[in-house]
């Protein structure tokens, strides 16, 4: 019962922190780019990544969470992950200079 209460708990302050981390990155982003469909899509994708791998390497060590698969993700995959998200926020702005 206490590792089920403490998921529900991470899961409330996962949706908080993406709440709050999301609504700031987007409101910068938001600034930079003309608000076309295919904009937000993309963008909205590259938010999504950079919250998951900023969650997956500081942010779930701090949580009330404390089971299995706590781990952060490989250095590898972490870049891998932040140059795909920088591409897909420059996309769009490469694709409106042609």
Same mark, same amino acid.
């Given at each position: 019962?206490?590792t089920? #209460?403490? #998921?529900?708990?991470e899961l409330?302050?996962i ?11 987007w ?5 930079v780019y ?5 904009t937000?899509w993309v ?14 390497n ?16 490989s ?10 998200s920088?591409i ?9 200079a042609?």
């Amino acid at each position: 019962m206490k590792t089920g #209460f403490a #998921f529900i708990l991470e899961l409330l302050r996962i949706a908080i922190l993406f709440i709050v981390i999301g609504g700031v990155l987007w409101a910068l982003i938001e600034n930079v780019y003309d608000n076309s469909s295919t904009t937000a899509w993309v963008t909205s994708l590259a938010v999504l990544i950079i919250f998951f791998v900023l969650y997956r390497n500081i942010l779930q060590f701090s949580g009330w969470y404390k089971g299995k698969g706590r781990n952060k993700l490989s250095k590898s995959v972490t870049l891998s992950l932040i140059g795909a998200s920088i591409i897909l926020l420059l996309a769009p702005l490469a694709l409106e200079a042609l």
